[in-house]
T-cell receptor, first 111, second 114 residues
Framework: EDQVTQSPEALRLQEGESSSLNCSYTVSGLRGLFWYRQDPGKGPEFLFTLYSAGEEKEKERLKATLTKKESFLHITAPKPEDSATYLCAVVFYNQGGKLIFGQGTELSVKP | EAGVTQFPSHSVIEKGQTVTLRCDPISGHDNLYWYRRVMGKEIKFLLHFVKESKQDESGMPNNRFLAERTGGTYSTLKVQPAELEDSGVYFC????????????FGSGTQLSVL
């Protein structure tokens, strides 16, 4: 069954046009939620870990937030170099490093 | 510091052949993971080593897949015999602790079974 759902599947923005990506999960016993960035031909690159509802993390133009049912990745004034696939993943208690990934959102930022 | 290294980057084999993928984790990382992404699907967990021991192999699809981690250093993933549905990108990741606070991924091996 789908446990992690990301939307939209693809997003095209103009440089400077802020937007948000969504990651919703339908599971209980969540220990943490992760955001990764993946460039073509590369492996996922860690961005953030969120553990509890209300938590927020920021890095440059990116800000990740977490509620009880979903997470948002806000992108403020994006640049073309922010173009990538953004992956959301969750991990349960007692599951160690077994991440459950969503399908990702492919972001394209045009100059 | 060197990252997670995977070899080969691409492999094209025929159905029924054997392929071995290799992963060298970051030095000092006891935890090593294998994941794969098949066409159109999300990245899925295959298994997790802690040093040389298999901690969790619940994601291994069937007994055609064999993973080893000799001496708790590098790991190999062998597929024998390969089937068409095994095509995809195989990622290796490593971390310092078991909590998966931060996994470091390799660039993956693109496997094509014809």
């Amino acid at each position: 069954e789908d446990q992690v759902t990301q939307s939209p599947e693809a997003l095209r923005l103009q440089e400077g046009e802020s937007s948000s990506l969504n990651c919703s999960y339908t599971v209980s016993g969540l220990r943490g939620l992760f955001w990764y960035r993946q460039d073509p031909g590369k492996g996922p690159e860690f961005l953030f870990t969120l553990y509890s509802a209300g938590e927020e993390k920021e890095k440059e133009r990116l800000k990740a937030t977490l509620t009880k049912k979903e997470s948002f990745l806000h992108i403020t004034a994006p640049k073309p170099e922010d173009s990538a696939t953004y992956l959301c993943a969750v991990v349960f208690y007692n599951q160690g490093g077994k991440l459950i990934f969503g399908q990702g959102t492919e972001l394209s930022v045009k100059p | 510091e060197a990252g997670v290294t995977q070899f080969p980057s691409h492999s094209v084999i025929e159905k029924g052949q054997t392929v071995t993928l290799r992963c060298d984790p970051i030095s000092g990382h006891d935890n090593l993971y294998w994941y794969r992404r098949v066409m159109g699907k999300e990245i899925k967990f295959l298994l997790h080593f802690v040093k040389e021991s298999k901690q969790d192999e619940s994601g291994m699809p069937n007994n055609r897949f064999l993973a080893e981690r000799t001496g708790g250093t590098y790991s190999t993933l062998k597929v024998q015999p390969a089937e068409l549905e095994d095509s995809g990108v195989y990622f290796c990741a490593s971390s310092q602790d078991i909590s998966a606070e931060k996994l470091f991924f390799g660039s993956g091996t693109q496997l094509s079974v014809l």
